[in-house]
């Protein structure tokens, strides 16, 4: 399937297939569905729910049951393990991604195939001629913060990676970016390099060395970007050294990492005084990405969701330029791209493709019967409600809750712009209070605004429910980038308990049912920790996501956290 992909790119050509692809979404769907069930029906999953060879919606949906990871798990696991019997689908599943959730301490595993690899083209295609328009870039390069985990084989011999590594080592992945004009500035060898650390320095000094080629610099998550230049402000002046003399620093010890930078690096020392007079010059590293890359039209990266704590760093580095927030998905597969690359990445939406998958939406309201609602098919939904996604694709997965809550903002011909709220999940939860993500992310933002007069600010967070003591607590736990007085850090912890204002927790807390919620500050480069933790366990630091909440069977993170606690403070606000 994947040899069909024409590596003659032509946006406008895109645009067209899309336009006319959203025209019919609806009748797409249903061919899609048709198609999948066709090509997997006899697999030992469809086989079990009678569908007899019928493949329209309505029957799908009578037969078929909605199911999460859990469900799936013995079924990805025999296909793990070696098993040569069409279990999900009808072709073999050559290779296995784990997932970037690390809530639970350890990934998940869901499958991947050459159709998989087809609709991420697909969407980066889409999206990159939808922000071309906007934002034309040719022949440049792409300042991309990317990382392959290691990938080791499974007990049955598949090729096991993140998601992420899965595309990064596929050659169409490479083909595709070269027809968008937007190779990697970096050699495989620091792609694909066994430590992430060395890897990302090199990434800086490539961008550097190609500073006037790069018009993009992205990621798959904000995070790695925020993160990079973080490191860019400790190692500068190593970097200049070496753009200086020509030799690359001793920090770098990977062989093939050392040979494939030397063949890129010339002594320079009129670009160095350019790049050290220029940092040099700057307030607070403000504007420093547009200082360092003087051709770059964007910044690039997943932005939305548990991101968007960490735009306003971002931000901050970005200057003038614009953040533009990439498509929608999950290791799981793809959902819709982002064809108004305008919008900033808090209103940004993303258009569904209607052929890379079966889409159905679970309305959020609650039926009288206290019954869960019918899913709605994607021609169904109604502008301005919220729903859960179910995805049905071609890697095995069927009628999958994906977890995520969305909100439909419009829509583009007859598919639905999706708006991403939050993970249906509760992540902070005791008695009858209820509180997400994003509130924990909101109240956060709200007590960081006390630390504004300091000029102190939140590195990063997390937060734990603790139930080891009577009654039980929420604990937040703050990295901040200086020192903080203990009024302020007292005045934080108060705001953060008055910041959720879910009307569970505020009873719960008005008769102390839940404690008083506690601020724990940890550390420099505690979130480091966890992020070497992660990687450690073979995950890729582009995919890595910083847990929003640590359950208590994630021991090894809790232990981090807690060792590394500087100041602990109990709100006094009820």
Excluded at 6 to 14: H, S
Excluded at 32 to 56: A, C
Excluded at 317 to 334: C, Q
Aim: net charge negative.
């Amino acid at each position: 399937m994947l040899e069909k992909i024409d590596m003659k790119f032509d946006p406008e050509e895109v645009i067209e297939e899309f336009e006319a692809l959203t025209k019919e979404a609806g009748k797409v769907q249903e061919e899609t569905l048709k198609k999948i069930l066709e090509e997997n029906g006899s697999t030992v999953y469809l086989q079990q729910w009678g569908l007899n060879g019928r493949t329209d919606p309505e029957i799908f949906k009578i037969c078929v049951p909605l199911v999460t990871h859990k469900d799936l798990e013995p079924y990805i696991q025999r296909i793990a393990d070696g098993d040569l019997s069409p279990v999900l689908t009808g072709k073999p599943i050559t290779t296995i991604s784990l997932s970037s959730g690390t809530t639970q301490g350890r990934p998940k595993f869901v499958p991947f195939n050459d159709e998989l690899m087809e609709s991420t083209m697909q969407i980066y295609k889409t999206s990159f001629a939808f922000r071309n328009r906007e934002f034309p870039i040719e022949n440049g390069k792409a300042l991309q913060f990317i990382y392959s985990s290691k990938q080791f084989k499974t007990k049955g011999g598949l090729a096991a990676g993140t998601a992420t590594t899965n595309v990064y080592r596929n050659a169409h992945f490479k083909k595709t970016m070269r027809a968008m004009q937007t190779p990697c500035c970096s050699p495989d060898e620091v792609i694909f390099g066994p430590d992430f650390h060395q890897s990302l320095y090199c990434h800086l000094l490539c961008g550097l060395i190609f500073r006037d080629e790069v018009q993009v610099v992205s990621s798959t998550f904000a995070h790695s970007i925020v993160h990079a230049f973080r490191t860019f402000e400790q190692v500068w002046e190593e970097l200049v050294a070496d753009i200086r003399e020509g030799v690359i620093s001793s920090r770098i010890t990977v062989p093939s990492m050392r040979s494939a930078i030397m063949k890129l690096l010339k002594p320079d020392p009129e670009q160095a005084d350019t790049i050290y007079n220029k940092c040099s010059g700057l307030s607070n590293w403000y504007g420093l990405i547009p200082v360092l890359f003087p051709n770059a039209r964007y910044i690039y990266g997943i932005m939305t969701g548990s991101m968007e704590p960490y735009l306003k760093k971002l931000r901050h580095y970005a200057g003038e330029l614009p953040l533009l927030s990439a498509d929608y998905g999950s290791s799981e597969g793809w959902i819709g791209a982002n064809v108004n690359p305008k919008l900033p990445p808090e209103l940004v939406t993303y258009a569904v493709l209607p052929n890379i998958g079966y889409f159905e939406f679970i309305p959020l309201r609650v039926n009288l019967d206290g019954l869960e609602p019918t899913p709605v098919g994607l021609a169904e939904v109604k502008l301005g409600e919220e729903y859960e996604i179910v995805v049905t694709n071609f890697a095995g997965l069927y009628r999958y809750r994906l977890g995520d809550v969305v909100k439909i903002k419009g829509f583009h011909n007859a598919t639905p712009e999706l708006q991403f709220i939050c993970r249906s999940n509760l992540i902070l939860s005791i008695n009858i209070d209820k509180n997400t993500e994003k509130d924990l992310q909101l109240a956060v933002e709200a007590a960081a605004r006390l630390l504004v007069d300091e000029k102190l600010e939140v590195v990063d967070f997390t937060s734990h429910v603790n139930v080891a003591t009577d009654p039980g607590h929420y604990v937040v736990f703050w990295e901040l980038s200086g020192e903080a007085s203990d009024e302020t850090l007292q005045e934080c912890c108060n705001c953060l308990d008055k910041s959720f204002v879910d009307a569970g927790y505020v009873g719960s807390r008005k008769v102390n049912v839940i404690g008083a919620l506690e601020l724990r500050v940890v550390k420099k480069g505690t979130f480091h920790k966890i992020l070497d933790h992660f990687v450690g366990l073979g995950g890729a630091v582009s995919q890595f996501k910083t847990p929003r909440c640590v359950g208590q069977n994630n021991s090894r993170l809790l232990q981090i956290l807690c060792y590394d606690v500087v100041k602990s403070y109990f709100s006094t606000a009820y």
